[in-house]
């Protein structure tokens, strides 16, 4: 029984013993690596709004705008449809503050690589589609592909982690150590700027505006960063 004690004890102090041995000469530092890379997608919102006193006969409207211009971007094999979607709401008369119909408001997004496709590709769908209508542009945002994206990140994980074992071997010189061993690192690539608007349109559009020429789209840069942090135990 006494053997069985002594070794519970033993046991029992080898973990504090070993936890102030890690918490002996740790420091915690961090490394980063940055870089501009060229925004090569495009995000393009285009939308449809009507009124009609049947919210029946007033979605097959918005739907049958929508539908035209769906299929003009089936057709362009570089520009892809980001999906579709459809709300109502009432309208009301501002002086009875009654009801007197609904307006309908239809969305489709668009995501490319070829910016002149998309570019072309736009203007041609603020003409009037199949049944007369034609969509409004309210935006366009640019970023990095996810494609694009994860190349860069592996690159700068490779330049923050020799960064950061300089700065570990730095920290190791100044406290006149003989080495140093690394506790943990931590990786964090969510450091990404997101899509910037870089064009805007006009909330409404007059009939001379719709015929102009299509928006010129030009990408821009992203900052891209990746920071490694960690602990280091200089050793003695």
């Known amino acids: 029984m006494r053997r069985i004690a002594a070794c519970l004890l033993l046991a029992g102090l080898s973990g504090p013993v070993l936890a102030e041995t890690l918490n002996y000469n740790v420091v915690n530092l961090n490394a980063q ?41 089936k057709a362009i094999g570089t520009v892809q449809s980001g999906g579709t979607g459809y709300t109502t ?18 969305e489709l997004r668009l995501n490319s690589k070829d910016f002149a496709a998309l570019s072309k590709l736009l203007g041609e769908l603020q003409q009037p589609l ?79 505006a719709v015929g102009a020429a299509p928006p010129m789209l030009e990408g821009g840069d992203s900052r891209v960063s990746v920071i490694v942090s960690g602990s280091i135990q200089v050793q003695q």
């Open 33 to 73: 690596s940055s870089r501009e890379v060229g925004n090569d997608t495009a995000h393009a919102l285009l939308y449809v709004e009507l009124n009609d006193s049947d919210p029946a006969r007033l979605a097959d409207k918005v739907n049958q705008t929508l539908a035209a211009a769906v299929k003009r971007v």
């Open 130 to 208: 199949a049944n007369g209508v034609g969509m409004q542009l309210a935006d366009v945002r640019y970023g990095v592909s996810e494609q694009k994206r994860d190349q860069v990140e592996n690159e700068l994980i490779e330049e923050s982690l020799k960064a950061f074992r300089q700065r570990a071997d730095l920290v190791r010189r100044n406290m006149d150590g003989s080495g140093f061993k690394v506790i943990n690192v931590n990786v964090d690539t969510g450091n990404t700027s997101p899509p910037m608007p870089m064009y805007k349109a006009a909330r409404a559009m007059s009939a001379d």
């Open 89 to 106: 709401f009432p309208v009301y008369n501002n002086k009875t503050s009654k009801q007197e119909g609904w307006r309908g408001r239809g």
